[in-house]
Antibody, heavy 116, light 107 residues
Framework: EVQLVESGGGLAQPGGSLRLSCAAS????????LHWVRQAAGEGLEWVSR???????SYSGSVKGRFTISRENAKNSLYLQMSSLRAEDTAVYYC??????????WGQGTVVTVSP | DIQMTQSPSTLSASVGDRVTITCRAS??????LAWYQQKPGKAPKLLIY???SLESGVPSRFSGSGSGTEFTLTISSLQPDDFATYYC?????????FGQGTKLEIK
């Protein structure tokens, strides 16, 4: 079964850091671009970041310079290192697999709360 | 950055109705447009990719059309399971963005 499972969410202080992980299974991890997408409570979806199969990266303007996406193909894992966290980063964070510029597989999400 | 605008924001309809949701891009995106369905507390589900290609396992009552800057999602005959929120999503030059969502409610 193709699956993505996020972990690492929790409570962080404003200005603090948190590292999210996403474990993949059921497909050839190396072959796919992977993304993080977030959703604040009651709000819409917001694309956060992408890492290509070759390791190239891109970010939304709202997180560029604060978040770092990475992957470890040997462990079938995707990461999001979040620093200088703000209240507006509070959201459910999903990892997603890209197929043809669309997101065809999603994790169940992990909750990040930034609060004093 | 490309902005995606969906209309309407909320749509009230009945089982059996035909409904259409529109998504407009602030600049041309060719056909790199996808549609998702999301239910409360769940991850989004891909319905349509490349503007009009139906994702495997998605019922054929869902269809997509459009190119350039204007796109539509049509549900030909609403079923009870279709009441949810729908999002469009674009790709352009290694940047992605979503529309604000359309909540499809039971009339």
């Amino acid at each position: 079964e193709v699956q993505l499972v996020e972990s690492g969410g929790g409570l962080a202080q404003p200005g603090g850091s948190l590292r999210l992980s996403c474990a993949a299974s059921g497909f050839t991890f190396n072959n796919y671009d992977l993304h993080w997408v977030r959703q604040a409570a009651g709000e819409g979806l917001e694309w956060v970041s992408r890492v290509g199969s070759t390791g190239d990266t891109s970010y939304s303007g709202s997180v560029k310079g604060r978040f770092t996406i990475s992957r470890e193909n040997a462990k079938n894992s995707l990461y999001l290192q979040m620093s200088s966290l703000r209240a507006e980063d509070t959201a459910v964070y999903y990892c997603a697999r890209e197929m043809g510029y669309a997101f065809d597989v999603w994790g169940q999400g992990t909750v990040v709360t930034v609060s004093p | 950055d490309i902005q995606m605008t969906q209309s309407p924001s909320t749509l009230s309809a009945s089982v059996g109705d035909r409904v259409t949701i529109t998504c407009r891009a602030s600049q041309t995106i060719s056909r790199w447009l996808a549609w998702y369905q999301q239910k409360p507390g769940k991850a989004p589900k891909l319905l349509i990719y490349k503007a009009s290609s139906l994702e495997s396992g998605v019922p054929s009552r869902f269809s997509g059309s459009g190119s350039g800057t204007e796109f539509t999602l049509t549900i030909s005959s609403l079923q009870p399971d279709d009441f949810a929120t729908y999002y469009c999503q674009q790709y352009n030059s290694y940047s992605y963005s979503f529309g604000q969502g359309t909540k499809l409610e039971i009339k």
